[in-house]
Nanobody
């Protein structure tokens, strides 16, 4: 069964850090460029960070550049998103998928940044 499952979210104070995980199953995520998305209440889903399949090159939304880092562990079939210096505007449900999206959307993981 092809699926992705996100985890690692939680409640964190502004300036804090979290590491999200995206565990893929039923396919080899290493064959695909992978992307983290997020969706805040009342807003459309937006792209946050992308990592390419072959070169491992990365790309980030301007709003997270310098604070977030996407990486992958092909042996674990998992993609990560390290989030530092978190801001209240980073509050959202975070999802991962291939580029373009080819798997059913996972449950997402809630990130709440609040004091």
């Amino acid at each position: 069964q092809v699926q992705v499952v996100e985890s690692g979210g939680g409640l964190v104070q502004p300036g804090g850090s979290l590491r999200l995980s995206c565990a893929a199953s039923g396919f080899a995520s290493s064959w695909y460029s992978m992307r983290w998305f997020r969706q805040a209440p009342g807003k459309e889903r937006e792209s946050v960070a992308t990592i390419s399949a072959l070169s491992g090159s990365t790309n980030y939304a301007d709003s997270v550049k310098g604070r977030f880092t996407i990486s992958r562990d092909n042996a674990k079939n998992t993609v990560y998103l390290q989030m530092n210096s978190l801001k209240p505007e980073d509050t959202a449900v975070y999802y991962c998928n291939t580029v373009p999206p080819r798997t059913p959307w996972g449950p997402g993981t809630q990130v709440t940044v609040s004091s």
